[in-house]
């Protein structure tokens, strides 16, 4: 509790040894670069108000139960993580919810979930990574805004976040749009599932080469929205 680490920080857990093992890790602050990868933790993990100065890697985590980077408490949304380096999650394996309620992200550093897996719900709540990389991650719900009315703004800000990807890395990522599509589908939210949608359609028009082809979807989109 309120440990300060000044180098990196190594975590490896014996599976065998360590199944009901809860890390608890409210207050951290980690000046140097942090590396959870290959950790296993049998049960919660929670870093809630934990500071990570540097980058932060958690390529390959296992978590059995939920991973907080806010308070566990609906309601509280004091002392979230601060990230000011690159964040990474790249093969993660999470078998609750991922929670960064409150959290803050730097505008030049890459948040990635390439190829994560959340069991349960992804929820940003407040604020999405400025940059942000979903490629092959996977979900059951993603939570953008716990008021009704900011459900559409934070949407409109995931589309952006996605599309911002596309054109930095110049290539069309159709995976996390139609992860997105069929969870909002999922939680019986079928207008924003179809704004996903169009807005997958004419991102992919975008990149279209030929001439066609983006004719084509032109004039699907211009008779029907692609309907």
């Known amino acids: 509790y309120n440990t300060r680490i ?37 049960s919660e993990l929670n870093c809630q ?5 540097k980058e932060a890697n958690f390529s390959y985590l296992r978590v059995h139960g939920a991973t907080f980077f806010c308070s566990p408490e609906e309601n509280d949304s004091n002392h979230p993580s ?14 609750g919810s991922l929670f960064f309620r409150g959290c803050t992200f730097p505008s030049d550093k890459e948040v990635t979930f390439k190829d994560c897996r959340i069991e349960d719900a ?37 589309i952006k976040r996605l599309k911002e990807w596309e054109s930095a890395n110049l290539q069309f990522d159709r995976g996390p749009w139609i992860q997105l599509e069929t969870a ?13 949608y169009r807005a997958r359609m004419r991102q992919k028009r975008s990149f279209l ?19």
């Open 49 to 53: 108000g934990a500071v990570f100065q």
């Open 184 to 196: 909002l589908r999922s939680d019986d939210d079928p207008e924003q599932a179809d704004d996903v």
């Open 209 to 227: 080469r030929s001439r066609p082809k983006k004719m084509s979807s032109w004039l699907w989109d211009l008779t029907s929205a692609y309907g």
């Open 6 to 42: 000044e180098g990196p920080a190594f975590f490896r857990i014996d599976k065998d040894k360590y199944e009901e093992w809860d890390a608890v890790l409210p207050g951290t602050c980690f000046e140097g670069d942090v590396r959870f990868r290959d950790v296993f933790i049998g």
């Open 82 to 95: 601060q990230f000011h380096g690159k964040v990474d999650f790249e093969g993660a394996r999470l078998g």
């Open 122 to 158: 992804l929820r940003f709540e407040h604020r999405i990574p400025p940059k942000l990389r979903m490629t092959g991650c996977s979900y059951k719900r993603i939570r953008c805004a716990k008021e009704e009315e900011k459900r559409g703004e934070f949407l409109e800000t995931l």
